[in-house]
């Protein structure tokens, strides 16, 4: 059974920094581009960073030159760097991919950026 598996959220002051982390059963970032999502309380679900399969990434406007993903495809790893939090960053955060066709997603893992 495919899992995704967010970790590293937290409370975190304004201006702080996180790092997530999502791990994959199996080898299957590999080919594939990653994505993070997050989704605020009575917000939809938005897209936040993208690494496609040939290491391109795209981010969403209100995070560019604050966030920052990555991929380790030896330990099916994907990360998100966070910096300069804002307490508009406040959300949970969700990993992503798509595998044999199928929409993919962790637990998601709650971030909360306030003072």
């Known amino acids: 059974q495919v899992q995704l598996v967010e970790s590293g959220g937290g409370l975190v002051q304004p201006g702080g920094s996180l790092t997530l982390s999502c791990t994959a059963s199996?080898?299957?970032?590999?080919?594939?581009?990653q994505n993070w999502y997050r989704q605020a309380p009575g917000k939809q679900r938005e897209l936040v960073a993208t690494i496609s399969r040939g290491g391109r990434t795209n981010y969403a406007d209100s995070v560019k030159d604050r966030f920052l993903i990555s991929r380790d495809e030896a330990k099916n790893m994907v990360y998100l760097q966070m910096h300069s939090l804002k307490p508009e960053d406040t959300a949970v955060y969700y990993c992503n991919t798509v595998y044999l066709g199928i929409d993919r997603w962790g637990q998601g893992t709650q971030v909360t950026v306030s003072s």
């Open positions: 199996g080898s299957i970032f590999s080919g594939r581009d």
